[in-house]
């Protein structure tokens, strides 16, 4: 068995090569409504685990055939930190990652575990879901194991985030009718502010999900971004917009030093017009064009992250 897969072009960390922690079948303690994998029980293990030797040769092999690989990204049918031996398979993948960067995509359901933050210390990029800072929000999108709490996970990735030098994303996925109401983002707003993440994707369902529930559209996601004020969101857009704004240099630099807008948002929302006018910003170094763990963000001047690549 082949416990690789891809390289696939990823807009937002560019060519990636996945390795799949679960290959058997679905090995998670979430059982969230939008899953992309069939609905399942959570389970708090991962069934029938390949073994780390399988794993390195596979990954060398790949690495050998597509040499352009930039980014190796830890991930699972399920929950990758439910791997048992994922300290070591982090330890021998930082061996021959070489120039690549090591990318986990967790659902924080084990943050609060110091030997999971420790592990996790070692990797690149850490991206961390967070669909709600509530415990019956969280139950009902997420569906966790009985006993995993929400607000274990906001205090785990809290204290994770304050010694964490390397990339901290996290991934908010809106569900509609669960947590698109104002009331949610506004809460989950106050921990991501603590949390301070180098970005934070915005997205919603886009394939066929585990249970009948539905996207919420562009535009909602647009208004809900304005809940984050001051954090770098990645909205991931899906849709064509019905127009783009026209907007003044003075308008933009309003809008940036409300929200850091990324290049998905500019393609997305500005006229041609309006992308003239953020260039003529940028010669006059009036605004700042910085890489956010990948992604292209325009930010005010007076905003320089320290956790910019
Ligand atoms: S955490 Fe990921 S794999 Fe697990 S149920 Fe949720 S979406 Fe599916």
Redesign the pocket.
Known sequence: MNYTFGPINSRRFGLSLGIDLSPDS?S?????L????EAAKPIDKITNPPCIEDIIKDVQNALLKEPNIEVITIT????PTLYNELDTLVDELNKIKEDKKLLILS?ASLIINPNIQATLQKIDIVKL?LDCATQKCFKKI?RPLKGIEVSDIIDGIKTFSKSFIHDLIIEVLVVKGVNDKEEEMDALNLVLKDINPCRIDLGTIDRPP?FDVQAVSSETLKNLSSHFIGLPISIIHKEQPKTRIDLSEEAIIHTIKRRPQSQSDVDYLFSEHSKQNLQKLLDKKEILKQKIAGVVFYSDITRLSSKSK
Not at 28 to 32: A, G, K, P, Q, V
Not at 76 to 79: A, D, K, L, Q, T
């Open positions: 679905k998670c303690n979430f059982d969230c939008y899953c992309e994998l699972s049918n399920g929950e659902n879901s997420d585990a």
